[in-house]
T-cell receptor, first 112, second 116 residues
Framework: LAKTTQPISMDSYEGQEVNITCSHN???????ITWYQQFPSQGPRFIIQ???TKVTNEVASLFIPADRKSSTLSLPRVSLSDTAVYYC?????????????FGGGTRVLVKP | GAVVSQHPSRVICKSGTSVKIECRSL??????MFWYRQFPKQSLMLMAT?????????EQGVEKDKFLINHASLTLSTLTVTSAHPEDSSFYIC????????????FGDGTRLSIL
């Protein structure tokens, strides 16, 4: 299972763009990159998933360079409610079992 | 989108009690479900992989006789914490995914277990 490395924490202000970079040097050919958001006392919530280049949905964008050894989650114009822990995970979603190994995550604090 | 429901959301019980937690996939069939444990201020730790119709696969260091997993149908997996003790107090979370696709795992809202 590919290991991921993320910053422990990041501070931001309302209305700013937050970019969280995740390193996954040992990513395998069939691995996808998935980001989750977790609020206290809740289960992780799926944000976005991608394989290469750029993926965008209604809440975030995911940038993946050609070598796929890292990825950046971009949260546009954050609000106070975006304060949470963000996890980057790497794995083959089609593989039997498809275990996800959670790293430490990035604790994002959005200030007013 | 895919919804995973977990029940109960919170349990408080005496030491020595066995506690059962249910994890249901509400709008899809899940041949595989996963059980995690999370201590305060820490990340999620995978405990076991629950396979429909077969025995669960436990991660190293997780006692299979302590944490009984039953995945009797394509929409339900249960985790039973047997003879729970205070050190078993934690946040237990399940996840499930649509088999054979590139769809991501979806997580339940967790169960807060407090053993007195």
């Amino acid at each position: 299972l590919a290991k991921t490395t993320q910053p422990i924490s990041m501070d931001s202000y309302e209305g700013q763009e937050v970019n969280i970079t995740c390193s996954h040097n040992n990513i395998a050919t069939n691995d996808y990159i998935t980001w989750y958001q977790q609020f206290p006392s809740q289960g992780p919530r799926f944000i976005i998933q991608g394989y290469k280049t750029k993926v965008t949905n209604e809440v975030a964008s995911l940038f993946i360079p050609a070598d796929r050894k890292s990825s950046t989650l971009s949260l546009p114009r954050v609000s106070l409610s975006d304060t949470a822990v963000y996890y980057c995970l790497v794995g083959d979603p089609k593989a039997a079992g498809n275990k996800l190994t959670f790293g430490g995550g990035t604790r994002v604090l959005v200030k007013p | 989108g895919a919804v995973v429901s977990q029940h109960p959301s919170r349990v408080i019980c005496k030491s020595g009690t066995s506690v059962k937690i249910e994890c249901r996939s509400l709008d899809f069939q899940a041949t595989t479900m996963f059980w995690y444990r999370q201590f305060p201020k820490q990340s999620l730790m995978l405990m076991a992989t629950s396979n429909e119709g077969s025995k669960a696969t436990y991660e190293q260091g997780v006692e299979k006789d302590k944490f009984l997993i039953n995945h009797a149908s394509l929409t339900l997996s249960t985790l039973t914490v047997t003879s729970a003790h205070p050190e078993d107090s934690s946040f237990y979370i399940c996840s499930a995914r649509i088999g054979g696709s590139s769809q991501p795992q979806h997580f339940g809202d967790g169960t807060r277990l407090s053993i007195l």
